[in-house]
């Protein structure tokens, strides 16, 4: 299974599930996430989704290897799908959160930093490493800057290369980092089920107001 949504009460459990390929974002795996945001969206029983990336992180970001035999318009409208998919993560009324371990590369950061609250394990691998391989996912971008400023997004996507995950939680990506002998999936459910008891009217209303 590329991805599935596990449910724990009122918690839902995002698995991305291409272990094989460090979760690359492949058109096949972003059209079934964005039929979950769907169900998700309109799922009145869940009120919290958690996103966590299955084997060695979290994900590698967008598959490379499939968009190179991709005509360009191909190309585009999958990476187009990513964007989408991303966005749909701020805009779900429930509060999101990315369990973040391993691999957080390219378009699998931008996938974490579209959640609400970013929980970033200590040994956690992040970067944005398109700009040596031209390529450029520019729909992440804005969010990039809105978290941590024009100043640092600019480093980041200019240089390529990685950066910590205590240097992501100073400048506002990671909203927590996880001792790396901790499980990051289990804090962040403990935080799910504390935002779960909270009334689910005001934090969808929160969350349209905030523009997300």
Not at 28 to 37: N, T, V, W, Y
Not at 97 to 114: E, P, R, S
Not at 131 to 142: D, E
Not at 155 to 168: D, N, Q, V
Request: aromatic share 4%.
């Amino acid at each position: 299974m590329l991805a599935k949504l596990e449910k724990l009460g009122k918690i839902g459990i995002l698995r991305l599930g291409r272990a094989e390929r460090a979760n690359a974002l492949n058109r096949q795996l972003l059209e079934l996430l964005s039929d979950i945001q769907d169900s998700v969206r309109t799922d009145g029983e869940t009120r919290v989704l958690i996103t966590v990336g299955e084997g060695r992180g979290f994900s590698a970001g967008s598959d490379l290897e499939e968009l190179a035999g991709l005509s360009p318009e191909d190309a585009v409208e999958t990476q187009r799908l990513e964007g989408q998919v991303c966005r749909n993560f701020l805009s779900l009324p429930q509060p999101t959160i990315a369990a973040v371990h391993g691999y957080a590369l390219g378009g699998g950061l931008f996938l974490a930093a579209h959640h609400d609250f970013r929980m970033i394990t200590e040994g956690a691998r992040l970067g944005l490493p398109e700009v040596g391989l031209g390529w450029n996912p520019t729909f992440g971008m804005a969010r990039l800057v809105a978290l941590v400023g024009t100043s640092t997004a600019t480093r980041w996507l200019i240089s390529g290369a990685e950066f910590t995950p205590a240097e992501a939680q100073h400048a506002g990506l990671a909203t927590s980092l996880v001792p790396a002998r901790d499980d990051v999936l289990a804090l962040a459910i403990e935080l799910g089920q504390r935002v779960a008891a909270l009334p689910a009217g005001g934090l969808a209303a929160i969350k349209e107001a905030l523009g997300q």
